[in-house]
């Protein structure tokens, strides 16, 4: 028996390729409707990613924005009761000419080591009790530096006295800035002992049960010195 001739149209390759998806087609028309939505959708991705997206421009660095409060002024320094102490003590001595208002600047810090040199200190231009403590009890600058030739002075005249006790005017003023500083005033800082001083005085003796004299006496500056760490006697 003769075998069977091939049909030559199994050969077209076209025809045989079409005829194979035609018949996935019956065979899975689900599965080949869902590869196609996929594909479908996959160059969608594609033509919208290359072709459709605008070109984005060109930014320059992001800078954040400052929010107020990080540009907002900083407090303002508070008063300070021992500079405030400092300046009026060195204003008396004629070192200091700025207002007491117990805060700490340049021209502050420029009378302070001003003062620190006159005195031999270390010129640190800062404030401390120690500086306090010693600017309550110096002779003022304007009477270190004018230096006047001396004078004679007439039998009559005196040093500055007290009483029965006689104290210099510079140590006088030591006195009465030892009692300001206290809260024993009000007191004129001038060396000289007047009524506001013998005032200021009998108070003091009278809060610590000595007898009130109003003069600086001996048991009345070694209180003072104790309380205030001032050098008196």
Known sequence: ??????????????????????????????????????????????????????????????????????????????????????????????????????????????????????????????PSEGLLAAALIASPRKAEAAAPAPVARPAAAAPATTGSTEMPAGKLMAVQRALARIGYGPVTIDGKMGAETRNAIRSFERDHKMPETGEPSPQVLRALQAMTGAQLQ
């Open 1 to 126: 028996m003769p075998s069977a001739r091939p049909d030559p149209r199994s050969f077209d390759e076209p025809h045989g390729i079409l005829s194979a998806v035609a018949g996935v087609l019956r065979r899975r028309p689900l599965d080949c409707l869902a590869g196609a939505l996929a594909a479908a959708c996959v160059a969608m991705v594609f033509v919208n990613a290359l072709a459709l997206q605008p070109a984005r421009p060109r930014t320059e660095a992001f800078v954040p924005p400052v929010k107020a409060e990080a540009v907002a002024a900083a407090p303002a320094a508070k008063p300070d009761e021992l500079v405030s102490q400092i300046q009026s003590a060195l204003a008396a001595l004629g070192y200091y000419d700025g207002p007491v208002d117990g805060l700490m600047g340049a021209r502050t810090g420029a009378s302070i080591r001003a003062f620190q040199q006159a005195q031999r200190l270390d010129q640190t231009g800062a």
